[in-house]
């Protein structure tokens, strides 16, 4: 059974950075797609990166120049570095695992809170 395991979260200030983590097990994770997606009170669950089983990253143009997404397959484990914080990257982060045959996985999601 998969299981994916988010780290990382906290409270920093404003222009700050934080890495978050993502443990995967139970699944092929080198050729699965992942993702970390974000909840904010209120709004919408929005996009924020992915990267595919190849290591090609995309972002949202909302954090675009201030976050980078990476990989290591040999420990299953995806990466989120937030750099450049803002109050609005506020949310709860989850991490996601798109495989193949368009089957998602879903962590329980780290708080990030930005605020000084």
């Known amino acids: 059974q998969v299981q994916l395991v988010e780290s990382g979260g906290g409270l920093v200030q404003p222009g700050g950075s934080l890495r978050l983590t993502c443990a995967v097990s139970?699944?092929?994770?080198?050729?699965?797609?992942m993702r970390w997606s974000r909840q904010a009170p209120g709004k919408q669950r929005e996009l924020v990166a992915t990267?595919?089983?190849?290591?090609?990253?995309t972002y949202a143009d909302s954090v675009k120049g201030r976050f980078s997404i990476s990989r290591d397959n040999a420990k299953n484990t995806v990466y989120l570095q937030m750099n450049s914080l803002k109050p609005e990257d506020t949310a709860v982060y989850y991490c996601?695992?798109?495989?193949?045959?368009?089957?998602?996985?879903w962590g329980q999601g780290t708080q990030v809170t930005v605020s000084s």
């Open positions: 990267i595919t089983s190849r290591g090609i990253p």
């Open positions: 996601v695992q798109s495989r193949p045959d368009f089957v998602d996985s």
């Open positions: 139970g699944s092929m994770f080198s050729i699965n797609t």
